[in-house]
Nanobody
Framework: QVQLEESGGGLVEAGGSLRLSCIAS????????MGWYRQAPGNRREPVGT???????FLQDFAKGRFTVSRDNARNAAYLQMNNLKPEDTGVYSC?????????WGQGTQVTVST
């Protein structure tokens, strides 16, 4: 069973930056897509951004201009660089990785942005 481990969350002031990492426990699997999702208290989980194996990326409108998704295929890792963070970015950020058959989720990492 492949596990995804996120790290890099924490408490930051508005306007600050964080870089989240997601690393898979196995390098023997190739993910077609890796992505980031977030869930704020009382809200449903929503997509933040995704990156395909060929490097194509998609970002939600709220993330454009502030967030960047990247990946390292050799390490089976994905990253989310978040700049100019806002209080409304607060939530649990989770990593997702998909093959053509399976979808894997990490446990999530808490991001809290203070005013």
């Amino acid at each position: 069973q492949v596990q995804l481990e996120e790290s890099g969350g924490g408490l930051v002031e508005a306007g600050g930056s964080l870089r989240l990492s997601c690393i898979a426990s196995s390098s023997d699997i190739s993910f077609d897509v890796m992505g980031w999702y977030r869930q704020a208290p009382g809200n449903r989980r929503e997509p933040v951004g995704t990156i395909f194996k060929d490097g194509r990326t998609f970002l939600q409108d709220f993330a454009k201009g502030r967030f960047t998704v990247s990946r390292d295929n050799a390490r089976n890792a994905a990253y989310l660089q978040m700049n100019n963070l806002k209080p409304e970015d607060t939530g649990v950020y989770s990593c997702n990785a998909q093959t053509d058959i399976y979808s894997y989720w990490g446990q999530g990492t808490q991001v809290t942005v203070s005013t």
